[in-house]
């Protein structure tokens, strides 16, 4: 596998119930118990979207996952022993997983929905907050530069950080983080959205596969 395997799937309205239970069964009881508690259907379909996407894209990788076999670390990074490494992210009606050739990788994304950049003040430093006010579309600017960071916060696996005003684009798009040199890649397939993939190595592109059909 020589490039960040990229899958997507949208979820305007809700599945037909007989075929969202067919999903459903296929995930490990402990999944399907908290499938069972979020209160809104967008957060179920979200969760149980997001492992089948997984699952598809670890098959597609030439493995044979076991989602029971999940771990976490001490800071919620999941991984499965033996298999690629992943990332999920979803946000308004996307999810979207990542399967990469790279031992860690973080994606996210954000729909862009109304901000109150006054909540956030802490979240960027003075350069970044003069771009954001000054650009054309500033909570398109607001949203790239949050995903960027995100990304890299899960693709490096410590959690969160006190001060996200540490984590700043550089001139080649990267960011450091623990003395590692992150590339931050824009996704920008999703209109109304703001992706970013983050990985160590900048020897791989990546590919987009709407998956929801086949799931």
């Known amino acids: ?55 598809y894209g670890l098959r597609q990788a030439g493995a044979s996952p076991d ?21 999920i992210s979803h946000s308004g009606n996307l999810v979207l997983c990542v399967i990469s050739p790279e031992p860690e990788v973080g994606i996210d994304i ?27 579309m500033p909570g398109s600017l607001f949203y790239d530069y949050w995903t960027a960071k995100e990304a890299v916060l899960k693709a490096d ?19 450091l983080l623990n003395g590692r040199s992150w590339l931050l890649r824009s996704i920008p397939a999703f209109e109304g959205y703001s992706c970013h993939l983050a990985t160590l190595d900048n020897s791989y592109g990546y590919t987009l596969t709407d998956a929801g059909a086949l799931l």
């Open 157 to 175: 696996g410590c959690g969160l950080i006190e001060d996200l005003q540490l984590l700043a684009l550089d001139e080649e798009n990267r960011m």
């Open 67 to 87: 989602l029971s076999y999940i771990r976490y670390s001490d800071n919620g990074r999941p991984s499965l022993p033996g298999m690629p490494a992943f990332n």
């Open 1 to 55: 596998m020589k490039e960040h395997h990229i899958y997507f799937a949208w979820y305007t309205t809700p599945l037909p119930p007989d075929r969202y239970q067919a999903l459903l069964r296929v995930l490990p009881a402990v999944m399907q118990e908290k499938a069972g508690r979020y209160m809104r259907w967008q957060d179920a379909h979200a969760y149980v979207l997001g492992r089948h996407l997984l699952l």
């Open 110 to 136: 954000e729909l862009h929905a109304d901000i109150n950049f006054a909540d956030f003040d802490r979240c960027f430093g003075p350069a970044e907050w003069g771009r954001i006010h000054t650009a054309a």
